[in-house]
């Protein structure tokens, strides 16, 4: 890959494409980042830089053949397998480049249009902004990482209203990738699904300017949150743990929080219907439960942990409602401050996460998408009300 970034030479404009085994949708997702750079950059250089896993699909051969005439690079990264070594291929192809900007987009999308490219990369070319992140019209059983701990925790923390900091979709400049690149955390949870709260909160933690770009609808391979993510979630939240030992001189005196601007008008949209087991939820929340109870007994308070237990006895998810879950999460990142093994803490969570979820279903029962994102908005009040509790335990 540095062989052929080197033929390009230089570009001012760079979108990446993190992919593995993704020949189905990937097509489709470089014709219209192609589109996009041709619309609205036509007189910018642009490479398009699909950094593989080692797919044996052709996913990289269907990123070369629908590129439509824009410079292309493809070609497996190196680094521990995951997203984060993908997006640190991509960094290093915008040193490289010496661009100016670039945005990054999932390779199985099927909703992307040309217009995602120009509102992720026109505020960083138009010097509006220095990293947009988006904002989309998602089905009230999708993003359940995002609505229940990465969206009210880096609120809270933060004290900015990033509604989808874990999204998938970025915009930043070369000076956010250089900063990127030269972090030590290669060897961790960054290296895989914490690569997106990582951009985001450095992003903010470091001041630089943050918007938010309205893309609509996110229509990609769904995952149920019962079934697929416990992966996930560990590694998001182990690195927001880490991130919040980190920076805690920053976020112990932030209070309240700030809207961030708005790239584009919000126009409805309804997104396509996601599907979530309660049934399987509460199993994994109880088998959790089980496999966690010693850890609980070391960093969860004894009032949290006896309503932890006789909710998982008993099967009453219920009970894991917002003011219970953001007492238990400011309880794990708490424990954060004096242990360094944030694999454990996040596993720790991971079985009131799968309670959260199960009742956060049952809250949103009948209502449509404005009403969801109501209790959303709601929960996130809740963490920025509870935080206090946080400060008192971190002391």
Known sequence: MRKALRTQRRADLVVGIPSFR????????????????????????????NADGGSNDGTSDRVRAAADGVPTVAGRYQGESGKGSAFRAIFEAVTLLDAKACAVVDSDLRSITPEWIAR???????????????????????????????????????????????????????DLAKVYLAEPVWDTDVAKFGIDIFMTTTAIARGVRVAQAFLGAKIHDPKDPGADLGPMFTQVVGTLLALARKNADIWRTVKGSQEVPLIGEISPVEPEAVNASVRVLVEKFKAGAADQDATWAEI??????????????????????????????????????????????ARALLPLYFGRVAALIGEVQGLDQAGAERVVEQ?????????????????
Not at 22 to 49: C, D, K, Q, W
Not at 122 to 128: A, K, N, S, W
Not at 379 to 395: C, D, G, H, M, S
């Open 22 to 49: 993704n020949a189905a949708t990937i097509g489709h997702v470089t014709e219209a980042a192609s589109e996009g750079l041709r619309r609205t950059f036509p007189e910018m250089r642009a490479v398009i830089v």
């Open 120 to 174: 992720l990369i026109g505020p960083i070319v138009r010097d509006e902004a220095d990293y947009v992140t988006p904002l989309y019209a998602r089905h009230k059983h999708d993003g359940t990482i995002t609505n229940t701990i990465a969206y009210p925790l880096t609120r809270a923390l933060y004290g900015a209203r990033v509604r989808q900091p874990i999204g998938g979709e970025f915009g930043f400049g070369a």
């Open 300 to 345: 969860l308070s004894t009032g949290t942990r006896d309503i932890a237990r006789t909710a998982a006895e008993t099967g009453n998810a219920s009970a894991i409602g917002g003011r219970f879950w953001a007492r238990a999460v400011y309880e794990i990142v708490a424990a954060a401050k004096t242990r360094d093994d944030t694999e454990t803490l």
């Open 379 to 395: 929960q996130a009040l809740i963490f920025e009300q509870t935080k206090p509790y946080l400060v008192e335990r971190w002391a």
